[in-house]
């Protein structure tokens, strides 16, 4: 079954040529204001071979994401988990292309990060982006602050993923 998402992508009508976005899409710190909301377009389908994949690419050894047998007969779940830290990337990496795609100079921290609902195989992500806070940078003229809080839900609605992010973002270049 197709499932399509509400997109509210605010900041692209707020855009004109006197202030265009990043040649990458991203937009710069001038165009956040706190309280703007991003319900991201991109989705994503999660996969036993993207939890396999991304487990052994980070050493980690838990049966809880790696083995099938281990989660029907030991766990309450009955199957893999999807691992945590693909879930909070995932989730950072679909707000990207809608936020700050060539402009992020730097993440700064995460913060606040839970997994109040599990994700496993077959589940589909969708985003939602918010603008909690922006300040502009006391030691760099040529950047911002953004506090912007991620939320990850899977295709029934349930929260998977949260964390509020603090990245440092380029200002709009002088004219």
């Known amino acids: 079954m197709l499932r399509t998402y509400p ?10 040529d006197a202030h265009p976005k990043h040649p990458r899409g991203g937009l710069y710190f001038e165009d956040f204001t ?3 909301h991003f319900a991201h377009r991109l989705t994503r389908t999660v ?7 991304f487990s052994n690419m980070t050493l980690n050894p838990q049966p809880l994401h790696i083995d099938a047998h281990y989660c029907a007969t030991e766990t309450e779940w009955g199957r893999p988990l999807m691992n945590s830290y693909f879930t909070l990337g995932l989730l950072v990496g679909i707000s990207v292309n809608d936020t700050t795609n060539g402009t992020t100079i730097a993440n700064l921290g995460m913060t606040d990060v839970r997994f109040p609902n599990p994700l496993f195989e077959g589940d589909t992500v ?5 603008v909690a806070s922006a300040r502009e ?12 809080h991620h939320k990850a839900f899977q295709q029934d609605g349930k929260l ?9 973002v380029r200002r709009r270049p002088a004219a």
């Open 47 to 53: 996969t036993q071979m993207d939890n396999m994949l």
């Open 160 to 168: 998977v993923a949260e964390c509020h992010r603090q990245v440092l």
């Open 137 to 148: 940078s006391k030691s760099r003229p040529d950047a911002g602050i953004l506090a912007l």
């Open 126 to 130: 969708h985003c939602t982006t918010e």
């Open 34 to 36: 706190v309280g703007l």
């Open 7 to 16: 997109v509210t992508r605010m900041p692209v009508a707020r855009m004109n």
